[in-house]
């Protein structure tokens, strides 16, 4: 995946989020033109704090400013969106140059962010756990849809519930974080296990072939279990259907790290009375992937340019 693109759905949120908002502490997420807010904000700052450095707020504005654009962006057209004079903007947008954090083309001097742009994000998310990054995406859905959405991590050959948004719709059962349930037979543990190794899946089939409730799923040769763990694969999600709770369905899908490895997955869980399996496939699995999709992305995950991920992302 070309840096552009990374940046058009990473280094955008990273930049403003992550490097602008902590030095500012304004404390209001940035949209519309934020560069020239910067610029606002720098001189009022300045009034008020004499700690203020306004030239390091000038600074992260030619940053944001060349983040914020699809395509490369000329002198001008940086000093147009920050609202410095030429002179200025060179001199900020030469000094990020020499530092790493801009690229200028030698052909056309135009100016696109380096790669290096990336480790500030990377240095703010290391600090934050899975359920920090995750639960403003989690609350979107849910919110969206007035469904209970889960979140959960593998821990040994059970899930472990880590978050769960809980609305009044869902279905009386006694779950909460913390709570554990078996991989082979929940939306969740489908998700987590469905890229794992052949020779580990033989090995879990062994472990769990003296359960009666995994019987159906164990016997001849595990053939229903790998059969539920390729559709996993492929088609990004997993699916529920009354197996773990009478009346109750769910969709799950995987989350990834910087890695690609999976490290957790998320799910909606709906109510039977109001959900065919066709609703989960048709109408809840595409948004759940695009979230999950999404905490991926701030996990470190570099989707394939060609793959889904990259798609569902920008939805």
């Not at 990473?10 to 910067?38: C, D, F, M």
């Not at 279905?171 to 469905?194: D, E, F, K, M, Q």
Request: proline share 4%.
């Amino acid at each position: 995946m070309e840096l552009r693109q990374i940046h058009a759905a990473r280094l955008t949120p990273l930049v403003r989020s992550t490097i602008v908002q902590s030095l500012s502490r304004n404390g209001a997420p940035p949209s519309g033109r934020p560069r020239l807010s910067l610029k606002v904000m720098a001189k009022s700052r300045r009034s008020l704090d004499r700690s203020f450095i306004a030239s390091l707020s000038h600074g992260l504005a030619i940053l944001e400013a060349a983040a914020d654009s699809n395509e490369d962006v000329s002198l001008g057209e940086l000093a147009k969106r920050v609202g410095f004079k030429k002179t200025s903007t060179w001199r900020l947008a030469h000094t990020l140059v020499e530092l790493g954090y801009l690229h200028q083309d030698s052909r056309t001097r135009n100016f696109r962010p380096a790669p290096r742009v990336l480790a500030l994000g990377y240095a703010y998310f290391d600090g934050l756990d899975l359920k920090q990054l995750s639960l403003p995406f989690l609350r979107e859905l849910s919110a969206r849809y007035d469904e209970t959405v889960n979140l959960a991590v593998r821990n040994g050959d059970e899930l472990i519930y880590i978050e769960r948004i809980s609305t009044s719709q869902i279905v009386t059962i006694n779950l909460h974080v913390g709570s554990r349930l078996p991989l082979y037979c929940t939306s969740l543990g489908r998700a987590l296990i469905s890229e794992m190794s052949d020779s580990w899946l033989q090995e879990y089939v062994q472990r769990i072939a003296a359960d009666p409730k995994a019987r159906k799923y164990v016997q001849g040769g595990a053939k229903r279990i790998r059969q539920v763990l390729q559709e996993t694969r492929d088609r990004g999600y997993a699916l529920n259907d009354e197996e773990l709770v009478r009346g109750l369905r769910a969709v799950a899908s995987p989350i990834r790290d910087r890695t690609s490895q999976i490290v957790a997955a998320a799910c909606i869980s709906v109510p039977s009375s109001r959900a065919e399996l066709s609703d989960l496939r048709r109408v809840f699995a595409p948004d759940l992937i695009s979230t999950a999709a999404k905490i991926s992305l701030a996990l470190g995950y570099h989707p394939k340019e060609s793959g889904r991920d990259t798609a569902m992302i920008a939805t």
